[in-house]
């Protein structure tokens, strides 16, 4: 039937049928591409074995597609067994198996970086990327979009372009930075007047639905989504698809149109028993008072393995409602409990400020109960942030993302700043973590050996440099006009990677932890700082102390590969102490290869020497 319709020659080779399938995949015409790509595949096409795998994945046929790749994989070899690690690890992650889909496509994006080809590498990156935006990570999933845009010109590939800029918008978008995410969209919309590529507009239309619905722009929410419906019916992506399904059927529901969400959610969504499918229906019921059938669905939702860290959290946040109104306090207080151990900790916090609005009265009893008190009012502050619907006023914000584990980088609206003064990078930390302080003070305390006539003049030099470099609005002065006090300016937001590795040792999460910590506090700093060479300890001894704990946990627990393996973070941490290097090699002798204890060994001879 599809080969009727084909105006060009009856294709005869394996790269013609590959061609062919490929083609109506990039056309979103995933239906079709079947058949030329498993011709293809018969024919001993490994490429199009590949791409069969991947169009499994496109069509929602999570197993499949691991089944798939699961038996190709072991064949391939160069780039074509890196594509295929990606989009096992992609299926792996869509099917639920989060952990272990990141985990390969970490490998496939460290093969690509090794290959060197800049564009694969863009476009693997945003995959991390993306995932990491469903786990939580945001500051280094915003990190890694924009290195992907960095290595993925508009002119040569506008489709992985857009990609990532749509991933970008959406990460802004969840974090509440609205007036960096018209900017991201804006910049997206121009990037599409290069291709007429369906998958990238419906993206684009998505992330600008979100938008308005964390603006409470309702209509022009309801409008984006119905734009939406019709190219995601046209593509038949699944996850679009889902995604559309359950926003329509939430936008109507609120809207008091219950009987036409539960139709949209029906008809649209490609698989009824999605967990994102029945956390909305749960959430419909429970707008109807329908509290039993509305837990039923939610619990079954919050059960499964697939059900994103995002949508979990508004699970437990309906369930905890739904379970008050059955008179279930105590099942209600512990659900809620843990809604807002999530919430506290959240970086996507503005996606649950709607649902905060709606839930007044599970709001309220949470405020009454002394022991959830203090969380949600935490939460009501972190949510309570100034609306950035006021371009004028919001553009004036200055966003900085100030880098300096394990280096000395400043970005200022998602693009890096050279400074050619290494002072100035620690002059802006300290004074992002102590305001108030005369220059005097600064010197005192960031160079206290150095000649007061040279430091004053080295100061003076630095405050101009971040004045030009980032904007005269960076450094605010107060006080005596003889001894002024200086701050960053009240309309500087800066993301410090120092304050995230306390945070994450604060809140026990240690993976984020040994992801910020990419190499002690400003490594290269020729010129010598107390104050640096103090802080640079001071957050060695936190994380050192977090590992050892995990570590004598492991032990103790019996889990001795977990236990070696956080040998090994922590000697990336500090690599002298000569205890954990011991501790290594013990546990390596019961549970690595032979290859890994030689190793192990050596290293600890060496230090031993």
């Known amino acids: 039937m ?34 030329p790509l498993m011709r293809s595949s018969e024919l001993g096409d490994d490429e199009a074995r590949v791409e069969y795998g991947n169009l499994l994945r496109l069509q929602g046929r999570f197993a499949e597609a691991i089944r798939h790749f699961e038996v190709i994989a072991p064949e391939l070899t160069g780039e074509l067994a890196l594509r295929a690690l990606r989009w096992w690890g992609t299926a792996e992650f869509q099917a639920g198996q989060m952990a272990e889909g990141l985990e390969r496509c970490e490998r496939a994006w460290r093969g690509y970086m090794a290959l060197g080809d800049d564009e694969l590498i863009g476009r693997v990156t945003q995959t991390v990327a993306q995932m990491l935006v469903n786990v939580g990570e945001m500051p280094r999933a915003q990190h890694l979009y924009q290195e992907a845009l960095r290595l993925l010109p508009t002119h040569r ?14 990460v802004q978008v969840l974090t509440g930075d609205f007036t960096g995410a018209r900017a991201t969209l804006a910049q997206g919309w121009e990037a599409l007047t290069h291709t007429n590529a369906l998958t990238p507009r419906a993206h684009l239309l998505g992330i600008e639905a979100e938008l308005h619905y964390l603006t409470g722009d309702q209509g022009a929410h309801l409008q984006a989504l119905q734009n939406l419906r019709a190219l995601a019916e046209t593509t038949q992506d699944f996850e679009l698809l889902t995604w559309t399904a359950t926003r329509l059927a939430d936008l109507y529901s609120r809207q008091g149109e219950h009987g036409r969400a539960l139709e949209v959610l029906l008809d649209l969504a490609p698989k009824a028993t999605h967990p994102a499918v029945t956390m909305t229906r749960g959430v419909l019921l429970r707008r109807r008072q329908h509290h039993v059938q509305a837990a039923d669905h939610l619990s079954r939702a919050l059960e499964s393995a697939g059900l994103g860290e995002q949508q979990r959290v508004r699970a437990l946040l309906h369930l905890a409602e739904a379970q008050a109104g059955q008179g279930d306090e105590a099942g209600s207080r512990d659900t809620l409990r ?29 405020l009454l109960d002394p022991d959830l008190a203090p969380d949600m009012q935490l939460v009501l502050e972190k949510l309570a942030v100034p609306e950035t619907g006021n371009r004028s006023e919001a553009a004036q914000t200055l966003n900085l993302r100030v880098s300096t584990l394990g280096r000395a980088e400043v970005e200022r609206g998602g693009e890096r700043v050279p400074l050619s003064l290494e002072g100035s990078v620690l002059t802006l930390t300290y004074l992002a973590l102590h305001p108030g302080h005369t220059r005097r003070e600064l010197e005192a305390t960031i160079y206290p050996d150095r000649d007061p006539r040279t430091a004053g003049d080295y100061f003076r030099a630095v405050f101009r440099e971040l004045r030009v470099r980032l904007g005269p609005e960076v450094l605010h002065m107060e006080g005596s006009p003889k001894q002024p006090r200086y701050r960053l300016g009240p309309d500087v ?24 910590y990419r190499g002690p506090f400003l490594p290269g700093l020729r010129m010598e700082s ?58 390596a002798r019961q549970v690595a290869t032979p290859q890994e204890l030689a190793r192990y060994v050596v290293e600890l001879h060496r230090m031993k020497l």
């Open 2 to 35: 599809v080969i009727s319709r084909l105006t060009h020659p009856l294709p005869r080779t394996p790269d013609e049928w590959r061609m062919l399938g490929m083609s109506y995949m990039g056309s979103g015409r995933f239906a079709e591409a079947e058949l």
């Open 157 to 170: 590939t506008p489709i992985a372009r857009l990609s990532a800029l749509t991933g970008l918008a959406n």
């Open 338 to 366: 843990a809604a807002l151990a999530a919430l506290v900790s959240a970086r996507d916090r503005m996606l649950y400020r709607p649902d905060i609005q709606e839930l007044t009265n599970l709001v309220q009893r949470a």
């Open 493 to 516: 937001h800066v993301q410090l990677d120092v304050t995230e590795l306390r945070e994450a040792l604060e809140a026990g999460d240690l993976p984020r932890a040994l992801a910020l």
């Open 530 to 587: 107390e104050w640096a060479e103090e802080l640079r300890e001071e957050l060695r001894v936190l994380l050192t102390l977090e590992l050892r704990e995990r570590l004598n946990q492991a032990r103790e627990e019996g889990d001795l590969r977990r236990a070696l393996l956080l040998t090994n973070e922590f000697l990336r941490v500090d690599p002298y102490d000569l205890q954990v290097l011991e501790t290594r090699v013990e546990l």
